[in-house]
């Protein structure tokens, strides 16, 4: 009988994570941990189960416009499968969205949170993206004063009942650009009941089979010319009815080729007339999306640490049964460095990830003082940026882990690496992302905050680890400091923008760095934390700053 190779098969992927529980034992007390945990194992188990068959059937069973019925009349319809509604029956269930909110969980809702996205996001065909856009709306509608608006649909976006769970897209770009929304186009008409008539077109819409959406258009009232640039944008929640089948106010061009994300209904469309709600004051709609950016760009970040994780331990999974040149590939040397590699990277990803989220959950409770704000408000893109980054490279290591079958579609791995692309694109590309940074140093110095942080944690780490990591990791971070200071006193705006991506990754990297050596000496981490510090240290310091 001809060999048959045992296939890649999905992996509970918090039973065989220990980095992952070693974060949660640092980020949570012991007695939230007890409670949740059963929560972690569940879904877990799911990874392995439900969510694996339900993605493969998304993929398989992609969306599809109708734009018209039988008799010829616009109806503008996006057919999904049956699994694309289980997966969102299953987070709402599963609280994904909702324990970012519970109140019992204190400060540490978002980390408990993070968990759950954590497991859900690589497992679920990136329905994860509508829930990031819902998170993010009800953020923006609590905090904006739209108190009606809120009472109304606040609700509905937490809701754990599948029954009344509702998503939210996010209607922003336009064909004059992602992040620079200042050439909106979009006009917002007042209608005699308060609300605003959209009209406008709009080039990406994410989730647009969703209940509702915010979107940005600037207030056309007849009488005075619209503001231009982005001060004269104002947000605006818009729900998305039906009625007698037809589309109301909107019409769906055409759903967007993407590299992937293909589960994912993504389209492009144009607004005629669609009443939308005014969130927040006239005029202040970027500060406003300010607001909704940090949860997506957490989410961002938390989803990269997933696509990871999956990578790395079905590789390592994998390499415990297949053979090559007479032994498991396990078992050969260079192997097992290249999986070590990967899982040095995905640690101090998945490190970084969880210091947001409990800095998150700690301003969401009124808990932070202004030194940890400024760490806060430079962590959310430092973190989205280089963990997109990292993403994309430790998944592409992970399918080269199979060979020639990481290549084939219909093993179902090529899939991985064509949704991790995504990471470094949506919510800001690392150039983007590199120059909220800068502007983040120049409202509220930031960066020079964050790297003060590190170099007092830097000098405290335990004398245990070993000392060539920790000075490489200090003379690492002192020229990275020196060098960023000169560029920020040295006038030249030109030269401080060339170099900010290389100065973001850096600084980046430092933080993972610093967080896996604390994680190493901590009380109860796993025996492989000490390599992964070094190994990290390593690969990722080993060029100097210049």
């Given at each position: 009988?001809?060999?048959?190779?045992?296939?890649?098969?999905?992996?509970?992927?918090?039973?065989?994570?220990?980095?992952?529980?070693?974060?949660?034992?640092?980020?949570?007390?012991?007695?939230?941990?007890?409670?949740?945990?059963?929560?972690?194992?569940?879904?877990?188990?799911?990874?392995?189960?439900?969510?694996?068959?339900?993605?493969?059937?998304?993929?398989?069973?992609?969306?599809?416009?109708?734009?018209?019925?039988?008799?010829?009349?616009?109806?503008?319809?996006?057919?999904?499968?049956?699994?694309?509604?289980?997966?969102?029956?299953?987070?709402?269930?599963?609280?994904?969205?909702?324990?970012?909110?519970?109140?019992?969980?204190?400060?540490?809702?978002?980390?408990?949170?993070?968990?759950?996205?954590?497991?859900?996001?690589?497992?679920?065909?990136?329905?994860?993206?509508?829930?990031?856009?819902?998170?993010?709306?009800?953020?923006?509608?609590?905090?904006?004063?739209?108190?009606?608006?809120?009472?109304?649909?606040?609700?509905?976006?937490?809701?754990?009942d599948p029954q009344t769970f509702i998503t939210s897209g996010q209607w922003m770009t336009e064909r004059?650009?992602?992040?620079?929304?200042?050439?909106?186009?979009?006009?917002?008409?007042?209608?005699?009941?308060?609300?605003?008539?959209?009209?406008?077109?709009?080039?990406?819409?994410?989730?647009?089979?969703?209940?509702?959406?915010?979107?940005?258009?600037?207030?056309?009232?007849?009488?005075?010319?619209?503001?231009?640039?982005?001060?004269?944008?104002?947000?605006?929640?818009?729900?998305?009815?039906?009625?007698?089948?037809?589309?109301?106010?909107?019409?769906?061009?055409?759903?967007?080729?993407?590299?992937?994300?293909?589960?994912?209904?993504?389209?492009?469309?144009?607004?005629?007339?669609?009443?939308?709600?005014?969130?927040?004051?006239?005029?202040?709609?970027?500060?406003?999306?300010?607001?909704?950016?940090?949860?997506?760009?957490?989410?961002?970040?938390?989803?990269?640490?997933?696509?990871?994780?999956?990578?790395?331990?079905?590789?390592?999974?994998?390499?415990?049964?297949?053979?090559?040149?007479?032994?498991?590939?396990?078992?050969?040397?260079?192997?097992?460095?290249?999986?070590?590699?990967?899982?040095?990277?995905?640690?101090?990803?998945?490190?970084?990830?969880?210091?947001?989220?409990?800095?998150?959950?700690?301003?969401?409770?009124?808990?932070?003082?202004?030194?940890?704000?400024?760490?806060?408000?430079?962590?959310?893109?430092?973190?989205?940026?280089?963990?997109?980054?990292?993403?994309?490279?430790?998944?592409?290591?992970?399918?080269?882990?199979?060979?020639?079958?990481?290549?084939?579609?219909?093993?179902?791995?090529?899939?991985?690496?064509?949704?991790?692309?995504?990471?470094?694109?949506?919510?800001?590309?690392?150039?983007?992302?590199?120059?909220?940074?800068?502007?983040?140093?120049?409202?509220?110095?930031?960066?020079?905050?964050?790297?003060?942080?590190?170099?007092?944690?830097?000098?405290?780490?335990?004398?245990?680890?070993?000392?060539?990591?920790?000075?490489?990791?200090?003379?690492?971070?002192?020229?990275?400091?020196?060098?960023?200071?000169?560029?920020?006193?040295?006038?030249?705006?030109?030269?401080?923008?060339?170099?900010?991506?290389?100065?973001?990754?850096?600084?980046?990297?430092?933080?993972?760095?610093?967080?896996?050596?604390?994680?190493?000496?901590?009380?109860?981490?796993?025996?492989?934390?000490?390599?992964?510090?070094?190994?990290?240290?390593?690969?990722?310091?080993?060029?100097?700053?210049?």
């Amino acid at each position: 009988m001809s060999f048959l190779q045992d296939p890649p098969r999905p992996v509970d992927l918090y039973a065989v994570d220990p980095i992952l529980r070693s974060e949660l034992r640092r980020h949570l007390p012991a007695e939230v941990f007890e409670a949740v945990q059963g929560r972690f194992e569940q879904l877990g188990r799911d990874t392995a189960g439900c969510l694996y068959d339900w993605a493969a059937e998304a993929e398989a069973q992609q969306p599809v416009h109708v734009p018209f019925d039988s008799w010829g009349k616009r109806v503008d319809r996006i057919d999904t499968c049956p699994a694309w509604g289980h997966l969102k029956a299953y987070s709402a269930t599963q609280g994904v969205v909702a324990t970012g909110y519970e109140t019992a969980l204190g400060e540490h809702r978002r980390v408990v949170q993070a968990t759950l996205l954590h497991l859900f996001s690589a497992s679920s065909a990136i329905f994860s993206c509508p829930l990031a856009m819902t998170d993010a709306a009800a953020r923006v509608l609590i905090d904006s004063g739209s108190t009606d608006l809120a009472e109304r649909l606040v609700p509905k976006l937490l809701s754990r009942d599948p029954q009344t769970f509702i998503t939210s897209g996010q209607w922003m770009t336009e064909r004059s650009g992602g992040s620079d929304v200042g050439g909106t186009e979009t006009l917002a008409r007042p209608n005699p009941d308060g609300s605003f008539a959209l009209h406008g077109e709009k080039w990406f819409t994410s989730a647009t089979t969703s209940e509702m959406a915010l979107a940005l258009g600037r207030i056309d009232d007849g009488v005075n010319e619209p503001v231009a640039g982005s001060r004269g944008l104002t947000v605006f929640a818009v729900d998305v009815v039906r009625r007698d089948d037809q589309l109301q106010g909107v019409r769906v061009d055409r759903l967007k080729d993407k590299l992937g994300t293909k589960a994912l209904p993504t389209a492009e469309i144009t607004l005629e007339g669609v009443a939308g709600w005014q969130v927040g004051e006239v005029g202040r709609g970027v500060p406003t999306i300010a607001t909704m950016l940090n949860i997506t760009r957490f989410y961002n970040a938390v989803s990269s640490c997933s696509a990871m994780g999956k990578a790395l331990w079905w590789a390592r999974d994998f390499a415990g049964r297949r053979e090559a040149f007479g032994e498991l590939i396990q078992d050969h040397p260079l192997h097992a460095w290249t999986l070590d590699g990967m899982e040095a990277e995905y640690a101090g990803a998945l490190a970084m990830a969880f210091e947001v989220a409990s800095k998150l959950g700690r301003f969401e409770q009124g808990l932070c003082d202004e030194s940890e704000l400024r760490l806060l408000r430079g962590l959310i893109p430092l973190g989205k940026l280089t963990l997109g980054k990292q993403a994309v490279r430790v998944v592409s290591e992970g399918l080269e882990c199979f060979g020639g079958a990481g290549y084939v579609e219909d093993t179902g791995l090529p899939v991985m690496l064509r949704d991790a692309q995504v990471l470094s694109i949506w919510e800001g590309t690392t150039n983007v992302l590199s120059l909220d940074l800068l502007r983040a140093e120049a409202k509220d110095g930031s960066m020079r905050a964050l790297i003060e942080d590190l170099q007092f944690r830097s000098q405290a780490l335990d004398e245990g680890l070993p000392l060539a990591s920790r000075s490489t990791l200090r003379s690492t971070l002192e020229r990275l400091a020196s060098g960023l200071q000169a560029l920020l006193t040295g006038g030249d705006r030109g030269a401080l923008e060339a170099r900010a991506r290389d100065a973001a990754l850096t600084l980046g990297y430092l933080t993972q760095a610093v967080l896996l050596g604390e994680l190493a000496a901590a009380p109860g981490s796993d025996a492989r934390a000490t390599g992964r510090f070094e190994r990290f240290v390593q690969q990722r310091l080993s060029a100097p700053w210049a």
